[in-house]
């Protein structure tokens, strides 16, 4: 049995930072985050290869957010910057056996973490 869990969530300030982080149970998997705005579809943000040097982005957040792990804490980051109100939504981790952009090929999901980024 796998287990996820976020946290790092919070509110701040359009051109703040926030670092989210995402402990797992079990092996080493794939990572990937994405998020979920209210009224909209879960969307892709960032993904990482087991070996961390496969990272992939979402358009609307290369050059912001940055996508790490740390293998023997079995942990991964992402470490948000520039933050902007769009950037508002809940933000999940998801592991898999391959990095993916897809959602739907992830096996195994966190409960989530609220992250707010005001005007």
């Known amino acids: 049995q796998v287990k996820l869990m976020e946290s790092g969530g919070g509110l701040v300030q359009a051109g703040g930072s926030l670092r989210l982080s995402c402990a797992a149970s079990?092996?080493?998997?794939?990572m990937g985050w994405f998020r979920q705005a209210p009224g909209k579809e879960r969307e892709f943000v960032a993904a990482l290869s087991r070996s961390g040097d496969t990272p992939y982005y979402a358009d609307s957040v290369k050059g912001r957010f940055t996508i790490s792990r740390d293998n023997a804490k079995n942990t991964v980051a992402l470490q948000m910057n520039s933050l902007k109100p769009e950037d508002t939504a809940v933000y999940y981790c998801a592991a898999g056996a391959l990095v993916t952009v897809e959602s739907r090929r992830y096996n195994y999901w966190g409960q989530g973490t609220q992250v707010t980024v005001s005007s």
């Open positions: 079990g092996r080493t998997f794939a």
